[in-house]
């Protein structure tokens, strides 16, 4: 089976922090996706990636960041934390490159992020 | 538990009926669609897809139907069971675009 391990369950930082989520695939996913979920707005993409050092802007990019340096892991990074970006966060990873979205993705258990 | 929704459409079903969860999806030129339960304080988990060359596809004890001239899509579980009690989105994907566009969710709740 497919593994997608989010780093951190629930996280609580303060306003102004620099956040790093970290996400790890075990089943040499070509493509690997940050979500953001909150209630009544469903999931929103963040930003994704088809290759190591590539990434593309999803929906709301805004006040994130991504790094992919290495295959199997991809960091998103809220460059300076707000409380509009409490939410929980979704990792996802997909295996081919051509159209990554056109196939299964797989999602770890998600990281619920507090910004105070 | 976690909530993903606070007011989902909620369907309600007795443990041993069948369930049928409906999605109607936006975009005429989707050409592959997915479905996903989400079990509270869990992330999504990948219930079966279907893409727009097909009618009907089974798995275990799911079906996946697309009506692609109404833009409708179903998922059918057979003798619903207690730990099939989970919000269940759908998601389309439409050519040309590079994403996946989630629909809301429905909350199944499975009664003995």
């Known amino acids: ?116 | 538990g976690e909530s993903v929704g606070l007011h989902l459409p909620t369907l309600s079903v007795q443990e041993g009926d069948n369930s049928i969860i409906n999605c109607a999806y936006s975009n005429s030129a989707s050409d592959y669609f997915i479905w996903y339960k989400q079990e509270s304080g869990k992330g999504p988990q990948f219930i079966i897809d279907i893409r727009s060359n097909m009618d009907k596809r089974q798995g275990q004890r799911v079906t996946v139907l697309l009506n692609k001239t109404v833009k409708h899509l179903s998922l059918q579980i057979a003798a619903t069971q207690p730990g099939d009690s989970a919000v269940y989105f759908c998601a389309e994907s439409p050519r040309g675009y590079n994403k996946l566009i989630f629909g809301a969710g429905t909350r199944l709740a499975v009664h003995p």
């Open chain 1, 1 to 116: 089976d497919v593994k997608v391990t989010q780093s951190s369950r629930y996280l609580v930082k303060r306003t102004g922090e620099k956040v790093f989520l970290e996400c790890v695939q075990d089943m040499d996913h070509e493509n690997m996706f940050w979500y953001r979920q909150d209630p009544g707005l469903g999931l929103r993409l963040i930003y994704f990636s088809y290759d190591v050092k590539m990434k593309e802007k999803g929906d709301i990019p805004e006040g994130y960041s991504v790094s992919r340096e290495k295959k199997e892991r991809f960091s998103l990074i809220l460059e300076s934390a707000s409380t509009n970006q409490t939410s929980m966060y979704l990792c996802a990873s997909s295996l081919k490159r051509d159209r990554p979205h056109n196939q299964p993705q797989h999602f770890g258990d998600g990281t619920r992020l507090s910004i105070l």
